[in-house]
């Protein structure tokens, strides 16, 4: 899987929780990684695996942590 596209979907995530944490606060954009340049990407074969791997074992239907 291209890292970069791992890295793009982390700082997604990283600037939701930063967003749900207060308008007041600034996101430091130059820490960003650079935008990937994967193409036909889609939800069943890059993200739904790396959801199943790394989250779902704490925030599925069998546990849903914070």
């Known amino acids: 899987m291209n ?10 995530l990283a600037i939701s ?7 007041d606060k ?13 193409k036909n990407v889609t939800y069943a074969g890059e993200i739904k695996p790396i959801f199943e791997k790394s ?4 925030h599925g239907p069998e546990k849903q942590k914070g």
């Not at 996101?27 to 990684?33: G, T």
């Open 26 to 38: 600034k996101v430091d954009v130059s820490k960003l990684p650079t935008a990937s340049d994967a």
């Open 55 to 58: 989250c779902i074992k704490c």
């Open 17 to 23: 929780l930063v967003n749900t944490q207060g308008a």
């Open 3 to 12: 890292k970069h596209f791992i890295a793009c979907i982390g700082a997604a």
